[in-house]
């Protein structure tokens, strides 16, 4: 028991948890291929760069125009590296 209360502890530490891709799928594609709402741009035509600038603006408020609310509540719940590294998974 006390192996699973630390490796927890260590996980929560070190940001080792990860972005559930899974609900951005619902409104940008299985692939990343769509417009959300039809006009959101296409992530799977940016590079990781852009990505990671476009979720971390939308989590402080600094990105987005008539998305920025609903994007501020899908990413606001993840710290910044974790947000970096979703961008880099999110490119082909």
């Known amino acids: ?19 559930n891709t899974t609900v951005c799928k619902g409104c940008h594609g299985q692939n990343f291929e769509k417009k959300a709402l039809g006009k959101s741009h296409v992530v799977a035509d940016m590079n990781a760069t852009s990505i990671e600038t476009a ?13 920025k609310g609903i994007m501020k509540g899908q990413v606001s719940k ?13 490119v082909k």
């Open 55 to 67: 979720l971390i603006g939308y989590k402080n408020g600094t990105y987005g125009g008539s998305f």
């Open 78 to 90: 993840y710290s910044d590296d974790e947000l970096k590294a979703a961008a880099k998974t999110l």
């Open 1 to 19: 028991m006390k192996k699973v209360i630390l490796a927890a502890l260590l996980c929560a530490v070190y940001g080792i948890a990860s972005v």
